[in-house]
């Protein structure tokens, strides 16, 4: 709680955890600073002067079951959200400039003072996807689209099934962008190819040449950065 009265921005924090546990170290940052539940919620006050804050929530764990909003001295809910978060809360006349920027996005704005968290980059969504090779893709970890176009009619493999492979990884592949999955797997339980990692994906499935294909790595386990094969081969001949 604020001690002095406050001469700008009074706002309030309400913080909670809808199963009663906390946020299992999650932090809600807003500016300069950082919050925490240990419980089923918590309330915190702040006073800011006039600016642009970056608000983020970072780390945690269940994070459908963590919610926060950010009041004024009103009572009016000034932004609100859950978990992750990245954005900016704006109070009074500010002369920021909000905008993408890392120069390395998609959408970088040279004009911008103040990043607002709406980067963007290859491969975030199915339309900016990357475009996959035969042979080895790196993933970053997080969720992540590739694209490949076949060049034969057979079948193509994509897999994180092979020697020294450690990353629970999950993978589904579908024909458009807002189409039908085509093959999906989560653990494909070849621990005797990896060296010991059951939790590795594979997939295969056919091809026609000229249609382009979507690979979604999600990151429903969390994995580390790691590196898929791709293969495209001819069907057998009997």
Known sequence: HINAPCAANLLTVNMYDAYGDGWGGGLLTIGADSYTVTGDSAMAELCLEDGTYLVTFDGGSWLSEISWEILNAAGEVLLAGGAPYSGVLQLGETT?????????????????????????????????????????????????WFSYTATLDGFITATTCYE?????TDVDIYDTCDGSILATN?????????GGNNYASDVEFP????????????????????????????????
Do not use: H, K, R
């Open 207 to 238: 091809v026609v040449t000229g249609e382009t294909y979507y690979f979604f790595w999600d990151d429903t386990w969390s994995p580390g950065p790691f590196t898929w094969m791709l293969e495209e081969y001819l069907p057998p001949v009997n």
């Open 164 to 168: 020294g492979q450690a990353e629970d």
């Open 186 to 194: 989560d653990d494909a339980y070849c621990g005797d190819i990896t």
């Open 96 to 144: 920021d400039v909000l905008g993408c920027t890392d120069a390395d996005a998609l959408n970088y704005d040279e004009n911008a003072t103040l990043d607002d968290g709406s980067c963007y980059y290859a491969g975030d969504s199915c339309s900016i996807a990357l475009a996959a090779v035969v042979g080895a893709n790196d993933a970053s970890g997080a969720e992540q």
